[in-house]
């Protein structure tokens, strides 16, 4: 079946690296997302990852594929207080299409000044 | 450029009635996706609809259902209420079928 799961919390101090794990079942998936919901908003797409694909940098972000462990991370540089929030990772499922995701409980970041 | 645009905001509505929620895609975007958020938990899908026909659907029951206009837009619509549709719910646009989705700020619905 298909499922990601994500830890439900992680705090850091301003200035420190935060990294986000998430795991995911489908091996067929060829997009992984991450998206940030800020407190009664929706969701902002952060960046996301082909399969194929081991890293991506996107400035002060990196996200890490391992699709042997079906393992993803996002690391987020120099965390400031604005970036305190839900994270949340999404695998596109076995049909592969961007409109349909499946999405893991979101991790809450809390940023400590 | 307009985002994805959701109407209405906020919405009340008593168990038993019925509700339509709207969404408008980016421009040029033509396949559009509705999600139920529940508070604490993320995203469920519910329908995708790509050039006006339905292409997918989660698992919820058939007082669900939804529509694209030949414009994009879309409506979802869910017949007699029930408290535990009480949640977010957020309409996505993409493109194409296989391309990244772009989220507006949601409908927060609340059945009393």
């Known amino acids: 079946g298909e499922d990601v799961e994500q830890s439900l919390f992680l705090s850091v101090r301003e200035g420190d690296s935060s990294v986000i794990n998430c795991t995911y079942t489908?091996?067929?998936?060829?997009?992984l997302y991450w998206y940030k919901q800020e407190p009664g908003a929706g969701l902002q797409l952060l960046t996301y990852?082909?399969?194929?694909?081991d890293m991506k940098q996107d400035q002060r972000l990196t996200v890490l594929l391992n699709k042997k462990d079906k393992h993803l991370s996002l690391r987020i540089a120099d965390t400031q207080t604005g970036d305190s929030a839900i994270y949340f990772c999404?695998?596109?499922?076995?049909?592969?299409?961007?409109?349909?995701?499946?999405f893991g409980q979101g991790t809450e970041l809390s940023v400590k000044p | 450029d307009a985002g994805v645009t959701q109407s209405p905001t906020h919405l009340i509505k008593t168990r038993g009635q019925h509700v339509t929620l709207r969404c408008s895609p980016i421009?040029?975007?033509?396949?559009v996706s509705w999600y139920q958020q529940v508070l604490g938990q993320g995203p469920q899908f519910i329908f995708q609809?790509?050039?006006?026909?339905?292409?997918g659907r989660g698992n919820f029951p058939d007082r669900f259902s939804a529509r694209q206009f030949p414009n994009y837009s879309s409506e979802l619509n869910v017949n007699a209420l029930l408290l535990g549709d009480s949640a977010l719910y957020l309409c996505?646009?993409?493109?194409?079928?296989?391309?990244?989705?772009?989220f507006g700020q949601g409908t927060r619905l609340t059945v009393v």
């Open positions: 996505a646009s993409s493109l194409g079928m296989n391309t990244e989705a772009f």
């Open positions: 489908d091996s067929s998936s060829t997009y």
């Open positions: 990852i082909f399969s194929n694909m």
């Open positions: 999404a695998e596109s499922g076995e049909d592969n299409q961007g409109g349909k995701l499946i």
């Open positions: 421009s040029g975007h033509k396949s």
């Open positions: 609809y790509y050039e006006k026909e339905e292409r």
